[in-house]
Each structure stands twice: as structure tokens, then as C-alpha cells.
T-cell receptor, first 116, second 108 residues
Framework: GAVVSQHPSWVICKSGTSVKIECRSL??????MFWYRQFPKQSLMLMAT?????????EQGVEKDKFLINHASLTLSTLTVTSAHPEDSSFYIC????????????FGPGTRLTVL | EDQVTQSPEALRLQEGESSSLNCSYT??????LFWYRQDPGKGPEFLFT???AGEEKEKERLKATLTKKESFLHITAPKPEDSATYLC?????????FGQGTELSVKP
């Protein structure tokens, strides 16, 4: 149980284009989903917290107009990187928290974004 | 400010050589301490949640313990397949604060 999927697993795009990443909780309902970014040899950095049906809460320094988050259902959240630039290249990981469990987060496999 | 520090940054062991990873934390109102395993290019895999000092949890060769200031992840007789980065995180409010991780390498 507690499986989270992400799609795509990797994506390469040209500078200036937009990229959408999907995060799904496959066998549980997630009222809260989180989006992280991880650079090589570094730990996970929280970008935003997404609650189903409401606007995402962004961490300090994360541009909400650049990283658009939608959490329209209890099993799906999307992250859209708008007008991507090479410095946006990173490993993006989502996590989901079960509605019945306040604490435990389960992570997706991650999406490797490369912007040329 | 909530903070998590893991040590060592890297640890190399021979197969069968037991050791411990440390996670020191400061948090206002601990609501859980979490251990995850992360393989290269993958998302973190949940291992344990600890909630109160004195609590211990085990899974195969791994055992996690918790005090008021730190947590240990003990690895007994590790195997090469235990090689990974082990992440510790604490939850005070609604979000997790991660440490930098310990990169464990187990040589046959």
C-alpha cells in the first residue's frame, strides 16, 4: 500500500517551454501533497504544499508564477514549470500524505527535468 | 528554527560490519521523526516513524531509536544491497525538515 507515482520519470525540454509533471496516489486518498526539488548530492528542499481543492502554499524563495501547482482531486496533483530555463534542471519529487494519517508522507519516484 | 543534522556524511562498511547513523534535531513540538532510504535517481522510500523518546522500531537489519535530541539508525551485519543514502526528517508543524543524509556504501 501507500504507492505514489510520477509521470514522466524524465523529460528534456527547450528553454522557454513549459513542462507538466503529474503526481498520483495510487491506493490511498491524499488530502495533502508536497513538491520537493533535489539537486545532486543535496537533500530534498520543499517547494510547496498542496491541499486538495485549495491554493498551494509556497516556501520562501519559490516563485508561484513559475511553478504552478494544481491539486484538483484526492489522488492527483500537478506541477507545471513555466518558461523553463537551464537553472530549473533538477530532480523533482512529490509526496502524498494519507487523509487518515497526519504524519507519514510517501514519496513518488521522482522526475528528472533537463532544460537545454 | 527547526533543524536536522546527520552524521557522518558518508560511511563505508565491509559486509557484515555493523554501525550506526546519527540524526540530531531541534524542533519545537516534535510530531514525528522519519527515516527514509534513497537510492540514486529514485524517490525516498519510507522506513520508520518514531514519535516519542525511548521508542524503537526494527525492520530486517535496520533498527531506529529515538531520544529527546537525536535518533540512531543501527545497521546490523549490512549487505551490499543496503548501500544507499539514508535520510532523516522531523515534523514539527505541517512539513518535513530533512537532514543532508548519510551516504552508506557496503562493500562485499
Amino acid at each position: 500500500g501507500a504507492v505514489v507515482s510520477q509521470h514522466p520519470s524524465w523529460v528534456i525540454c527547450k528553454s522557454g517551454t513549459s513542462v507538466k509533471i503529474e503526481c498520483r496516489s495510487l491506493d490511498f486518498q491524499a488530502t495533502t501533497m508536497f513538491w520537493y526539488r533535489q539537486f545532486p548530492k543535496q537533500s530534498l528542499m520543499l517547494m510547496a504544499t498542496s491541499n486538495e481543492g485549495s491554493k498551494a502554499t509556497y516556501e520562501q524563495g519559490v516563485e508561484k508564477d513559475k511553478f504552478l501547482i494544481n491539486h484538483a482531486s484526492l489522488t492527483l496533483s500537478t506541477l507545471t514549470v513555466t518558461s523553463a530555463h537551464p537553472e530549473d534542471s533538477s530532480f523533482y519529487i512529490c509526496s502524498a500524505r494519507e487523509s487518515s494519517s497526519y504524519n507519514e508522507q510517501f514519496f513518488g519516484p521522482g522526475t528528472r527535468l533537463t532544460v537545454l | 528554527e527547526d533543524q536536522v543534522t546527520q552524521s557522518p556524511e558518508a560511511l563505508r562498511l565491509q559486509e557484515g560490519e555493523s554501525s550506526s547513523l546519527n540524526c540530531s534535531y531541534t524542533v519545537s513540538g516534535l510530531r514525528g521523526l522519519f527515516w527514509y532510504r534513497q537510492d540514486p535517481g529514485k524517490g525516498p522510500e519510507f522506513l520508520f516513524t518514531l514519535y516519542s523518546a525511548g521508542e524503537e522500531k526494527e525492520k530486517e537489519r535496520l533498527k531506529a531509536t529515538l531520544t529527546k535530541k537525536e535518533s540512531f539508525l543501527h545497521i546490523t551485519a549490512p549487505k551490499p544491497e543496503d548501500s544507499a543514502t539514508y535520510l532523516c526528517a522531523v515534523q514539527g508543524g505541517g512539513k518535513l525538515i530533512f537532514g543532508q543524509g548519510t551516504e552508506l556504501s557496503v562493500k562485499p
